[in-house]
T-cell receptor, first 113, second 115 residues
Framework: KAGVTQTPRYLIKTRGQQVTLSCSPISGHRSVSWYQQTPGQGLQFLFEYFSETQRNKGNFPGRFSGRQFSNSRSEMNVSTLELGDSALYLC????????????FGEGSRLTVL | AQSVTQPDIHITVSEGASLELRCNYS??????LFWYVQSPGQGLQLLLKYFSGDTLVQGIKGFEAEFKRSQSSFNLRKPSVHWSDAAEYFC?????????????FGTGTRLTIIP
């Protein structure tokens, strides 16, 4: 069974640009969550999607958005990039409710110059 | 506020020595508790989880954790560490807020193994 796949793995952007990250969950998993990981703030929850609906949202500005498609693949978008958006963005999927294990991808490392 | 705390930012142990990583939570009800490990350049992998029942939980890679309600703790232990255990370890808790549940992570403990 293929794991969670995130693309791209690395990318460099400049301030003011926008970026789209993609996540393909494990086959059969309908829930996809996104996390931002930085040395200063640790792992911060961005949002979770389940069956194309945003089920939960963290405390991030509106520049951070996401969506989920009918095949459970998910994308997140960050507009008007700031230097502080440089981070590892992790996607995770699960097959059931909150007792289920989260399976993480290897992340997309975004550098904003 | 509901939260999870890992008091140790960095721990160094010798290979073969025992290990205990601390995790404390602040939550009214019995939470769902997890330990994840992240190797350099990798995503996170679940080591073990506790929902209810036996307070001593066995996980993968020889790890175990004990839930202590009286101390609001869920410490991770391993009797004898291997060099491959060097990684960052995250304690996490599912927190429910007005019906919205999300997995919240501690700040992590970086484990260094010395020969």
């Amino acid at each position: 069974k293929a794991g969670v796949t995130q693309t791209p793995r690395y990318l460099i952007k400049t301030r003011g640009q926008q970026v789209t990250l993609s996540c393909s969950p494990i086959s059969g998993h309908r829930s996809v969550s996104w996390y931002q990981q930085t040395p200063g703030q640790g792992l911060q929850f961005l949002f979770e999607y389940f069956s194309e609906t945003q089920r939960n949202k963290g405390n991030f500005p509106g520049r951070f958005s996401g969506r989920q498609f009918s095949n459970s693949r998910s994308e997140m978008n960050v507009s008007t990039l700031e230097l502080g958006d440089s981070a590892l963005y992790l996607c995770a999927s699960r097959s059931q409710g909150y007792t289920g294990e989260l399976f993480f991808g290897e992340g997309s490392r975004l550098t904003v110059l | 506020a509901q939260s999870v705390t890992q008091p140790d930012i960095h721990i160094t142990v010798s290979e073969g020595a025992s290990l205990e990583l601390r995790c404390n939570y602040s939550y009214g009800a019995t939470p769902y508790l997890f330990w994840y490990v992240q190797s350099p350049g990798q995503g996170l992998q679940l080591l073990l989880k506790y929902f209810s029942g036996d307070t001593l939980v066995q996980g993968i890679k020889g790890f175990e954790a004990e839930f202590k309600r009286s101390q609001s703790s869920f410490n991770l232990r391993k009797p004898s560490v291997h060099w491959s255990d060097a990684a960052e370890y995250f304690c996490a808790v599912v927190i429910s807020n007005f019906g919205n549940e999300k997995l919240t992570f501690g700040t992590g403990t970086r484990l260094t193994i010395i020969p």
